[in-house]
């Protein structure tokens, strides 16, 4: 196996390729001393083979179990003739450098038979990763939308005045290598309860501001209460570059984003609410990378990785009110087009040759769903019978840290 040091680690997210393949294309002779991890030959032992994470694009590999010894200079095995130079002499193009084992057609091209079951049993190793995270995040951006007026015509009670404190849940990823270059990914992850509250400041006069059809004035205090709750599972294919630091991904995910937010109206003490609710179920194919942003041959890592996709959500919201005297209720559903998207950054720290604790930052982007209080202008609960339709303009912003462990073997 021949083993180059990548100087490039330092270039940040696509200006890394970019830089990396002109650098390449112009000059052959940096090949020589720059370069990335290339296999000479079939599968030796774990000790001897790249050591590379789930999805990173590995630019240096370690000598062996428990060495982080970068090598400046290519080298041979045994035996073996070294890659640089081609029969006759000359310099060999740097590009397929490390692919002479797939006949030349790069490694992209790399196969151990043309049947499916050798196709799952190439070379590879480690064959399966697990990475167990707790992930713990804060919901951003809370739409403004009035909920009660003062006297003076001012906003006494917002919506966006419920911010939630940070909400926590696990993460799984299983990756399955079918061989050094592709591999097979399935994600989860649940994070619940974002809740939020807020209440009026005493002492005013409110109004209601146009609620589900109703703007009454008479009160004394409010308050809204608000619960969220998101989950995602994700089942990815990856291919990984020998030429550049970037895991190219495709698959399928879904994602949930269920919220609800309830209002209570004061005057003298409780005297009615509202209760609104609204569900988002995403379904769609996405796209995404993922970037080495630093790798020096030590035992720490950083990798960056995207992933968004246009999805169909299936969205639908239920509004309610209810005093001692009255109740009416009314509900809508839609189906559309909406946004996710995710993007991170995560550290590796190896401290075992199978075993790496890792610490990173996430954050998810959610556009054209449903929200609660987008809900309240669009139902009349005071018309007979009551009328609802669905506003799916809303928008959601979740963002915080992840931490756990990572297993190869």
């Known amino acids: 196996m021949s083993v180059y040091r990548d100087r490039t680690s330092h270039v940040s997210l696509s200006f890394a390729c970019l830089l990396t393949c002109l650098v390449c294309l112009t000059t052959p002779a940096l090949g020589r001393a720059d370069g990335y991890l ?129 909400s926590a849940g696990p993460r799984v990823g299983l990756f399955y290598f079918l061989d050094q270059t592709h591999a097979i990914e399935g994600n989860y992850f649940n994070v619940r309860p974002f809740d939020g509250e807020a209440t009026a400041l005493p002492g005013q006069t409110l109004t209601a501001s146009s609620l589900a059809g109703f703007s009454v004035p008479g009160f004394d205090g409010a308050q809204v209460f608000t619960n969220g709750a998101i989950q995602s599972a ?23 984003w269920n919220q609800q937010m309830r209002i209570t109206e004061h005057a003298g003490g409780p005297i009615g609410s509202f ?59 839609v189906d559309r087009i909406a946004f996710f998207g995710e993007l991170g950054v995560n550290g590796n720290l190896r401290l075992t040759d199978w075993l790496s604790w890792r610490l990173g930052y996430s954050l998810f982007w959610l556009s054209g769903v449903a929200i609660p209080a987008n809900q309240l202008s669009t139902t009349n609960l005071a018309a007979v019978p009551p009328t609802a339709t669905i506003n799916t303009n809303g928008s959601v912003l979740l963002h915080g840290v992840t931490t756990g462990l990572e297993a190869r073997w």
């Open 275 to 333: 209760f609104s609710e609204t569900g988002n179920d995403l379904y769609g194919g996405q796209g995404g990378m993922e970037l080495g942003l630093w790798n020096a041959g030590g035992p720490f890592t950083v990798n960056g990785i995207g992933k968004a996709g246009a999805f169909y959500n299936n969205a639908y919201q239920r509004t309610s009110y209810t005093d001692p005297a009255f109740t009416s209720a009314a509900a809508a559903s």
């Open 38 to 166: 290339i296999e000479d030959g079939g599968l030796r032992s774990p000790a001897a083979y790249d050591k590379g994470y789930a999805g990173e694009s590995v630019l240096v590999s370690p000598a062996g179990p428990g060495s982080f010894e970068s090598l400046e200079r290519p080298v041979s095995a045994p035996g073996e003739t070294d890659e640089t130079v081609n029969p006759d002499g000359s310099e060999a193009d740097w590009l397929t450098v490390g692919c002479t084992a797939c006949g030349g057609q790069g490694c992209g091209q790399c196969s151990h038979g043309t049947g499916l079951f050798q196709r799952l049993c190439g070379d590879a190793w480690p064959r399966w990763v697990v990475q167990i995270d707790a992930l713990m995040l804060w919901q951003g951006n809370i739409a403004s939308r009035p909920l009660f007026i003062n006297g003076a015509g001012f906003t006494a009670l917002d919506a966006n005045q419920a911010q939630t404190p940070m």
């Open 234 to 256: 994700e089942l990815n294919w990856r291919r990984r570059e020998c030429w550049c630091p970037v895991t190219w991904l495709a698959g399928f995910r879904w994602v949930e």
